[in-house]
């Protein structure tokens, strides 16, 4: 049987670690992310966490429902720092390219917790936040609700995926990157037109773009076609032509 989350109330009257601090959630997830980023995922355990706040491993369990309560909370930490970041710029289609952006980066700052948690739904309230942020931007533009969760499912779903994509090569060691973002140059750059002529003739741009995120492209795409079916609804509305599928 799982233990049992004591409640926050009760939780601020247990005395400081042997540190002289006060745990928190916040505290606990904080460490956690610093934990991610100087061992990567399989250094996360309760023991070094434990260690790290100078309290006892099963102090973890007091807060979150083991690692895997833990993982959620620091998914959702990733998310409220998105929101956090983020600032409406007055249309529905500008608001969601920031967001989008924004949630992207945010996960990026942390690439090894990216790794862990952009597959994982957390259900808590900073991520419900931009969950409820997200569907009010497209239903205040006027999408009816069906379309509103398809561009939502979209939207949050490619800036996640991004996320964990573009995070996996910045969770690699430095040299093995630094190979990696090389080879544009060391290999394909030098291929020879006669047997491979199209890579040839792109070479010099694919130099420029392939170490780059495509994310910022690939999201103007779906908004585009989020703002094209907008716009066809309205003139079906209207009269004014045939609703697209």
């Given at each position: 049987?799982?233990?049992?989350?004591?409640?926050?109330?009760?939780?601020?009257?247990?005395?400081?670690?042997?540190?002289?601090?006060?745990?928190?959630?916040?505290?606990?997830?904080?460490?956690?992310?610093?934990?991610?980023?100087?061992?990567?995922?399989?250094?996360?355990?309760?023991?070094?966490?434990?260690?790290?706040?100078?309290?006892?491993?099963?102090?973890?369990?007091?807060?979150?429902?083991?690692?895997?309560?833990?993982t959620r909370a620091i998914g959702e930490e990733l998310m409220g720092r998105a929101l956090d970041s983020w600032r409406p710029a007055g249309t529905w289609r500008a608001d969601l390219r920031a967001l989008g952006l924004a949630i992207h980066?945010?996960?990026?700052?942390?690439?090894?917790?990216?790794?862990?948690?952009?597959?994982?739904?957390?259900g808590r309230p900073r991520e419900i936040a931009v969950d409820e942020t997200i569907l009010g931007i497209l239903r205040g533009a006027g999408f009816d609700d069906a379309d509103t969760v398809g561009v939502y499912h979209a939207f949050i779903d490619l800036a996640l995926a991004f996320a964990a994509l573009d995070a996996g090569a910045l969770a690699v060691?430095?040299?093995?990157?630094?190979?990696?973002?090389?080879?544009?140059?060391?290999?394909?750059?030098?291929?020879?037109?006669?047997?491979?002529?199209?890579?040839?003739?792109?070479?010099?741009?694919?130099?420029?773009?392939?170490?780059?995120?495509?994310?910022?492209?690939?999201?103007?795409?779906?908004?585009?076609?989020a703002e094209a079916r907008l716009a066809a609804v309205r003139a079906f509305s209207e009269g004014r032509g045939p609703r697209s599928g």
């Open positions: 049987m799982p233990k049992k989350v004591v409640p926050e109330a009760e939780r601020r009257r247990r005395r400081p670690t042997r540190q002289g601090t006060v745990l928190s959630e916040r505290l606990i997830v904080e460490t956690a992310l610093r934990m991610l980023h100087e061992h990567g995922t399989a250094g996360l355990t309760a023991r070094r966490l434990g260690a790290a706040l100078g309290a006892d491993p099963s102090t973890l369990y007091r807060y979150f429902a083991g690692l895997d309560g833990l980066a945010s996960y990026l700052a942390h690439p090894q917790a990216a790794l862990l948690t952009a597959s994982r739904v957390t060691k430095d040299e093995a990157r630094e190979a990696d973002e090389n080879m544009w140059i060391s290999t394909y750059a030098r291929l020879p037109a006669e047997t491979h002529p199209h890579i040839a003739a792109t070479a010099h741009l694919l130099v420029d773009r392939m170490n780059l995120s495509a994310y910022p492209v690939v999201l103007d795409t779906l908004l585009d076609r």
